[in-house]
């Protein structure tokens, strides 16, 4: 498990070394390899854990190097994030109700279905748009809100805008900032500090919660 852990950050903090071998080897498979990896960690409930903000930003600085398409890249990204949070929502939407309906799991009720609904029908587009830009929840925000039944036209508005702006925020932060040679030359650093402040906010409302329930 440690040793896990240790190859996950190490993919995280030192990807640009692993996309330089990635485009080396595989050339213009790697757009359909990011396009996974994307899908993967928006779309499958079972893979938060995969890189989102950093992977972007480090494609971004790629794509100024002439590595990668800049266009290509975003375009393909947010088809891959959108179709994610669609699958996400469809896999959220069939399955709620027919766990809620043979009743075997307690904290799955017909009751907090209805209350997950009534509350995404109001919040849910803020919800869905503030997701993406926080590691973890932007993986599970779609399923809850397949889970509660929120209006799938008004759900994919918002999908569409949160993971256009969450793509192009920092694939273009990477274009215009990642070759930077201050950033470039303390490109782990930078990586780093991007995760620790994607997280803060899931930090932040955890602290909350418990200070509430307190």
Not at 61 to 74: H, I, K, M, Q, V
Not at 83 to 105: C, E, H, M, S
Not at 117 to 133: D, L, N, P, S, W
Not at 158 to 166: D, K, M, S
Request: include cysteine; charged fraction near 15%.
């Amino acid at each position: 498990m440690i040793e896990f852990i240790a190859q996950y950050f190490d993919l995280l903090v030192h990807f640009d070394r692993h996309l330089d071998l990635i485009i080396q080897n595989y050339g213009f498979w790697t757009y359909f390899i990011l396009f996974l990896i994307i899908f993967c960690e928006t779309g499958l409930v079972v893979t938060p854990f995969l890189p989102g903000d950093s992977l972007l930003f480090v494609t971004g600085t790629f794509a100024a190097r002439g590595s990668l398409d800049a266009l290509w890249l975003s375009a393909l990204l947010s088809i891959a994030g959108i179709a994610g949070n669609t699958v996400n929502y469809w896999v959220g939407y069939q399955l709620g109700p027919k766990v809620a309906a043979r009743k075997k799991i307690r904290w799955v009720k017909q009751e907090y279905l209805d209350r997950t609904h009534r509350f995404y029908e109001k919040y849910g587009g803020k919800t869905i748009v503030i997701a993406r830009f926080v590691p973890i929840i932007r993986t599970f925000a779609p399923f809850v809100a397949g889970v509660g039944s929120m209006t799938y036209g008004r759900f994919q508005f918002y999908n569409v805008i949160g993971c256009v702006a969450w793509i192009l925020t920092f694939v273009i932060g990477g274009y215009y900032f990642g070759n930077i040679p201050v950033v470039k030359e303390n490109f782990t650093f930078v990586i780093i500090a991007i995760i620790i402040l994607s997280l803060i906010p899931t930090v932040v409302e955890v602290i909350r919660a418990r200070n509430y329930r307190a």
